[in-house]
């Protein structure tokens, strides 16, 4: 599966309403849980997953951009969650404080290359100081979508 085949409209959020780093995850992983039907502690499963992933080294970057990213156990396909938030919001290390786009990848815990091609995707489109400022400036879903898709 390629990064344009993991994103679906309805796993975009913006703005994001979260003031922490572990806010945003829970936000984002929400919108996979309502779409997936999880139950509670699905869902905090997979939260928990990606904090103690987070904890091993922060996936912020230095352009305002964290793709905050974990392998879940019986997970059948990966998962894009795109958030985009006004202002920013502090993730990862102090030296990133600013960050304001977040990818999280959701990715099967038996298909590791999938998760790595995903990541490697995002990682490229990202490294466009163009495209991250037209990201920043999105002011809905179908405008984060369409930068993808037009």
Known sequence: MTLLEAIDKSMIKVPLTAASGKEVVEEL??????????LPGRKDEIISLIMARESLGSTAMENGIAIPH?????????????????????????????????FLVLAPEENPTEHIQILASIAKLCSSSLFVRMLESAKSADDVYQLFFD
């Open 29 to 38: 992983v929400s919108l996979y849980a309502d779409r997936e039907g999880l």
């Open 70 to 102: 974990a392998k879940i156990p019986g997970l059948s396909k990966p998962a894009v969650m795109i958030g985009v938030s006004r202002l920013p919001v502090p993730f990862g290390d102090s030296e990133h404080k600013g960050t304001k786009i977040f």
